[in-house]
Nanobody
Framework: QVQLAESGGGLVQAGGSLRLSCAASGRTFSSMGWFRQAPGKEREFVAAINWIRGSTAQADSMKGRFTISRDNAKNTVYLQMNSLNPEDTAVYYC???????????????????WGQGTQVTVSS
């Protein structure tokens, strides 16, 4: 059974940092991504990584603040978030595509497996 388990969310003050983790189990993936959804808004791409290709992608609005990385030994993907502001408040989801490839995806429709989400709240 495939599972993606996020952790690391919480309450942080503006300007602070958090590191989210997503541990995958049940199968091997070639890429994973992070998305977020704020109340009343559409799900939004945050970042993705493909470790076959050795590449990453990020939403322009988060470049320089958020970094995605992976620990192969732990089959875990991380999202390091710095300089957080209240607009970053959302539920953050990790996701993985069924297809094993060198592609990297920014559209939610490209992902087949999703975690349950972890809440990030940034206070002003």
């Amino acid at each position: 059974q495939v599972q993606l388990a996020e952790s690391g969310g919480g309450l942080v003050q503006a300007g602070g940092s958090l590191r989210l983790s997503c541990a995958a189990s049940g199968r091997t993936f070639s890429s994973m991504g992070w998305f977020r959804q704020a109340p009343g808004k559409e799900r939004e791409f945050v970042a993705a990584i493909n470790w076959i290709r050795g590449s990453t992608a990020q939403a322009d609005s988060m470049k320089g603040r958020f970094t995605i990385s992976r620990d192969n030994a732990k089959n875990t993907v991380y999202l390091q978030m710095n300089s957080l502001n209240p607009e970053d408040t959302a539920v953050y989801y990790c996701a993985a595509p069924r297809l094993y490839s060198t592609s990297i995806y920014s559209r939610a429709e490209s992902y087949d497996y999703w975690g349950q989400g972890t809440q990030v709240t940034v206070s002003s």
